[in-house]
């Protein structure tokens, strides 16, 4: 009789559930993806993947992505280019809008997906996945990257699958922890493949401060403890999984640029970032305290309070997956901030950790309250996210497009074409206008030095040159002889107002070194 009450009620159980992440699964939709292509290709990372995957595809050359002006695409490894080229191929081979946002739309709804599952299924807590999976998808930062095409949400959705199939096989049997690390390691093998060594230094981090929490300093006494422990996690296996998936790739690239990719990507982009060499700007220490407290929001207001609660209730010691979750954000939030190059984008990656101990936390608090009381925090709590939401239908709807005329290069790439079109080449002058490019199309060159750009302009033919309004005047004095015809401003498409003023000239060359004329000047 027990075991038939027992299956009866979970049965009546599966709909309820269906119910309570119904809701979630429709605002997830409302978030990430209602209007997720209206915009133009406003950043600048969206339009060099979306050079980039475009390229893949009309050359064949998978292995080093190239800009449209010819320079191999050496910031970062080509894993989310790759993505973006499938989703292009198997919509036409036309890269657009859905095919450079859809990677991290996507990464972000598994995010969200995992950690309600993760906490719903893995721990059997419901009540704590469906609430941080409400944090999550809500705060603002991270909705907002989710309509982006950034690294940052494939590189947070690989750490979330790599922290947390590491977490739940542990305990396990064999046949269920096997599939949880293969998935964990391919998982910080991607995160490798998306953005480098931060793919393996991030999940090694978080684990690792995990670890000792649990298990004490590795020292003499303790060495069998931990290395059962790895043992259990994998980790003589899963490491050189990662290495031999990732270390190929990276040997034949620099290979295949004479060491270039190594002086740039590493050198450059890892260690003179990370350091602070070279004439990079720095940011202090502190950077992602405030940082946090506003890209987090509204929940951040909650997550000191949470805090502070906890540890008067203790629930640090006695609740794991709260004391995991913390130390996931902590472990990151620090390891980031030792970095003297900073970005609001780069701390994505903790805010599941926040999400899972603000989860957490809350279904215990929820316990503690009466019938009443805990129906009215519920009611407020879903109202919170709601106003989340309808703070996003309201920008979507109407503060993103009434900004369209003022970022878009589409109308501006159209009427140069108009004007130049193919196959005549369009110079860019001391300007990397990525979304234009994009737009424009092949052929296009990139000069950053008047001798450079006086050498290219006296060459026999019509030449068409794209630079900022500032370098019109100053082109009177560094190109002598030189007649510019100045035929069109993007401002003048926009209503005046452009976030970055370009302009269009033309050059007639009919002889290879003409002499200078008094009269040449830029009408």
Known sequence: MPREIKAVTLRARSPLRFLTMAPLIFAVYLLFFHRLTDRDLWSSHEARAAMDAQTVLDDGVWGLPR??????????????????????????????????????????????LLLGIGLGVGSKRSAAGLMAATVLATALH?????????????LTLSVTLALGGLYLARGRSLWMRWPL??????AVAAGVMLKGPIGIVLPAAALGSHLVGELGLPRPGRWRTWIAALTELGVWWGVPLVAALTLPWFVW??????????????????????????????????????QFAGDFLPWSLLFPLAVWWSYRRGLCRTDAEARFGLIWFISLFLVLSCSRFK?????????????????CIGQHWLRELTPQRRRCTIAGLISLAGIMVMVWLVRVQWQLPAREPYRDYGVFAARIRQLAPCPNEVVFFRTEAHPLAFHLG?????????????????????????????????????????RLERLLDNTDLSGGEHERPLVLLRVQSEVRDPQPTIGSSVP
């Open 67 to 112: 800009l449209y002006d010819g320079r191999l695409e050496l910031q970062k490894p080509p894993l989310y280019y790759w993505l973006v080229a499938l989703l292009a191929w198997l919509r036409g081979g036309v890269v657009d809008a859905w095919a450079v946002r859809l990677p991290a739309a996507g990464a972000a709804t598994l995010c969200v």
């Open 142 to 154: 991270f909705t907002w990257l989710a309509r982006i095409g950034r690294i940052d949400m494939p």
């Open 343 to 359: 970005r609001a984008d780069y701390l994505l990656p903790a805010y599941p950790g926040a999400a899972v101990f603000l989860g």
């Open 253 to 290: 690239a620099n290979c295949a640029t004479g060491g270039e990719f190594f002086r740039v990507f590493l050198w450059h982009h890892n260690i003179e970032r990370g350091f602070g060499g070279g004439n990079l700007r720095t940011n202090p220490w502190w950077f992602y305290l405030p």
């Open 442 to 482: 092949r052929p296009l060159a990139l000069i950053v030095q008047w001798p450079e750009l006086k050498a290219r302009l006296l060459q026999p033919g019509m030449h068409y040159l794209v630079t900022p309004p500032q370098y019109v005047e100053e082109s009177r004095l560094a190109l002598p002889g030189i």
């Open 181 to 186: 690390l293969v998935l964990a390691y391919l």
